[in-house]
């Protein structure tokens, strides 16, 4: 009787633990239901190609095959929709209509857009997925597209090279009015489920000016289901946004529906995943650098072993 008095208590704790952390959601960010645990439900987020990576400058590998892209249609307004949503994860924006693709940049298949959201933490220090050089940035944008061979996103998503992402991180500057139409929404997609539709910008405005310096490597979906067909471009350039913007993100928008307590969609970041057998490539010869130490100069790890030595050798003798 104690025994199973005791296992109903244990599911009914876990129960509410989710329901607290989650809001019903079957993968998310909290404890419970936290990046740790996705791939007891999905596998493929437990394979050996996951996303995202920390880039590592200094072993970068040069490609020159890694050229420009040739965007088309992101400058357009014409016969494009945009639909904005909460999914109790992040802000999402969904792209329909004309169609927006890229190509180039070192791969030979054609991309569509099918939708770009946010990644971002609950301070500047952290908030990025991908990180450089171990160091993070408070928010990161992934513009997800999908193979043109394909005739849908959900068609593509498991094919190997199926989805192209790009990826751009973001640093604390001025307002960037860019991202007004985004923001100056957040009221209307408050909490999860929430939606609404924009009007249409120029995709391409978001963007910072140099996209001719990337990394590039295959990885997966940072969520759920954790698909192993993503290429990876990673723009050295960041985009610059303001700290009352970052916190419109942080605290404007909530994970839980409207008739639940508010909590903030901040920190929905999954951790840095082992690169394993996979090399990060490089588009030009700027991006491939050796870490700069705090005092703003090179320090090779020898010095630093022959300055300690050095030390020891005066308070012992």
């Given at each position: 009787m104690c025994g199973s008095v005791s296992v109903c208590l244990s599911v009914f704790a876990a129960w509410i633990a989710i329901a607290e952390s989650g809001s019903g959601n079957e993968w998310g960010y909290e404890p419970g239901i936290g990046p740790s645990t996705w791939s007891l439900h999905y596998p493929q987020c437990g394979g050996s190609s996951q996303s995202p990576i920390s880039v590592d400058t200094a072993s970068a590998v040069l490609d020159k095959n890694l050229t420009a892209f040739t965007f088309s249609g992101y400058d357009n307004v014409n016969n494009i929709s945009m639909s904005m949503k909460n999914n109790g994860h992040t802000v999402q924006i969904d792209l329909t209509g004309k169609l927006m693709t890229i190509s180039g940049g070192g791969v030979s298949d054609i991309y569509r857009a099918k939708q770009f959201h946010f990644h971002w933490g609950s301070e500047d220090r952290r908030g990025s997925e991908h990180d450089i050089n171990d160091n993070h940035f408070p928010m990161e944008m992934h513009v997800v597209h999908y193979n043109s061979k394909y005739d849908t996103f959900e068609d593509a998503v498991n094919e190997t090279n199926g989805l192209h992402v790009l990826a751009f991180l973001f640093e604390v500057g001025t307002v960037n009015h860019h991202f007004d139409e985004i923001i100056h929404h957040f009221y209307q997609i408050a909490h999860k489920a929430d939606h609404v539709n924009l009007?249409?910008?120029?995709?391409?405005?978001?963007?910072?000016?140099?996209?001719?310096?990337?990394?590039?490597?295959?990885?997966?979906?940072?969520?759920?289901?954790?698909?192993?067909?993503?290429?990876?471009?990673?723009?050295?350039?960041?985009?610059?946004?303001?700290?009352?913007?970052?916190?419109?993100?942080?605290?404007?928008?909530?994970?839980?529906?409207?008739?639940?307590?508010?909590?903030?969609?901040?920190?929905?970041?999954?951790?840095?995943?082992?690169?394993?057998?996979?090399?990060?490539?490089?588009?030009?010869?700027?991006?491939?650098?050796?870490?700069?130490?705090?005092?703003?100069?090179?320090?090779?790890?020898?010095?630093?072993?022959?300055?300690?030595?050095?030390?020891?050798?005066?308070?012992?003798?």
């Open positions: 009007t249409t910008f120029p995709l391409s405005g978001l963007f910072p000016g140099d996209l001719k310096v990337y990394y590039r490597y295959h990885g997966s979906l940072t969520t759920p289901p954790c698909s192993e067909s993503v290429i990876w471009t990673i723009f050295k350039e960041t985009i610059k946004i303001s700290e009352d913007q970052l916190m419109k993100f942080r605290h404007n928008v909530h994970r839980n529906y409207a008739n639940e307590t508010d909590r903030d969609i901040s920190n929905d970041f999954r951790p840095t995943q082992h690169l394993n057998h996979r090399f990060v490539y490089a588009s030009d010869t700027s991006a491939i650098y050796k870490p700069i130490s705090a005092s703003g100069t090179l320090v090779p790890s020898s010095i630093c072993i022959i300055a300690i030595i050095f030390l020891l050798f005066v308070f012992t003798w």
